[in-house]
């Protein structure tokens, strides 16, 4: 029998256009959203002349927020005034970012498969280095001195930080690897693929210790929640359109997703206007 969790729909937001990418700080009081609209929120901010595709917040501090942007910038923004406190110009349209986990720099990857590490204090690129094969989303272990690359060839790419040098290939999935992340406890990692399975792998032994098949499908939509030691469902949430990005607060029993999923309204003269949407599901007394 499935175990089920008395989840709720407890907020969303709309936006005018679609919405890329949803983050909770470090001390999971504040929620970004990044979207095509060319802006992150959390308050107020000043744009992107692009799509913000990405966005992080710094690990060590929870009112410092990175966004990547197909403008070719990467930006630092202080959520408490909502002004730019850094920004760099790189060569490609970003795609990816991420911290790493001592809040030391930042990794940015590009829509050229280009991957560029910038130090915080200077914000000005360490490394960078073009690759052959597609590379989609990015990660740091927790102890920050390995980096991991999810390619189009179904492969996990692991190198060794901060030489950027290659230590191991991971065959890991039969279609190619869209998604990582890391298990905050340290210890496992899960790689999600377009051949409809989630991988969880073993970090210190770099061994896949367990499948799951998503239950998804173009004529299903919803966010599948699973335990991650039996594999069983525990919940599912019903979407209307695929899911761009979804992420636990770091400290209570709450997700945030966003899609491509429209409210629609009725508007003067019988005209129909779209807002995308994110979303806040959480347990009830998870706050």
């Given at each position: ?21 949803v983050?909770w700080n470090?001390?999971?009081?504040k ?6 609209d ?13 799509c ?7 690990p060590?501090?929870a ?7 197909g403008?070719?910038t ?11 406190s ?5 060569s490609g349209?970003?795609?990816?970012v ?8 930042i990794?940015i ?6 991957l560029t590490i ?13 690759f ?7 990660a ?12 189009g060839?179904?492969t996990?790419e ?6 950027i040098?290659p ?10 690897c ?21 991988s969880?792998?073993?970090?210190s032994e770099?061994l ?5 098949k998503?239950r998804?499908?173009s004529?299903?939509l ?12 525990v ?10 990005s979804?992420?636990w607060?770091?400290?209570?029993n709450l ?10 309204y ?6 129909y ?11 009830e007394?998870?706050?």
């Amino acid at each position: 029998m499935e175990e089920t969790i008395p989840f709720k729909n407890l907020h969303s937001r709309e936006y005018k256009k679609k919405v890329h990418s949803v983050a909770w700080n470090c001390s999971g009081t504040k929620l970004a959203s990044g979207s095509v609209d060319q802006t992150a929120r959390v308050c107020q901010i000043e744009p992107h002349r692009h799509c913000v595709d990405q966005l992080c917040w710094d690990p060590k501090h929870a009112d410092l927020i990175a966004t990547a942007s197909g403008d070719k910038t990467v930006r630092l923004w202080d959520a408490r005034s909502g002004k730019c406190s850094q920004q760099a110009e790189l060569s490609g349209e970003n795609i990816n970012v991420t911290y790493k986990p001592d809040g030391t720099h930042i990794a940015i990857g590009n829509r050229d498969d280009e991957l560029t590490i910038l130090d915080v204090r200077k914000f000005k690129p360490i490394h960078k280095r073009k690759f052959k094969y597609e590379v989609n989303e990015i990660a740091w272990n927790m102890a920050g001195d390995m980096f991991f690359l999810t390619t189009g060839n179904g492969t996990v790419e692991v190198l060794a930080y901060s030489s950027i040098k290659p230590v191991d290939t991971l065959m890991a999935h039969t279609a190619g690897c869209y998604c990582i992340a890391i298990d905050p406890t340290k210890r496992y990692f899960a790689v999600g693929s377009a051949d409809s399975l989630v991988s969880l792998w073993d970090i210190s032994e770099m061994l896949c210790v367990r499948t799951y098949k998503t239950r998804v499908t173009s004529e299903d939509l919803f966010i599948d929640i699973s335990n991650v030691q039996t594999g069983r469902t525990v919940h599912q949430i019903p979407c209307r359109a695929a899911m761009n990005s979804v992420e636990w607060n770091p400290k209570h029993n709450l997700l945030a997703y966003a899609g491509d999923h429209k409210n629609k309204y009725q508007a003067d003269e019988g005209i129909y206007c779209c807002c995308f949407v994110f979303r806040i599901f959480g347990i009830e007394n998870a706050a």
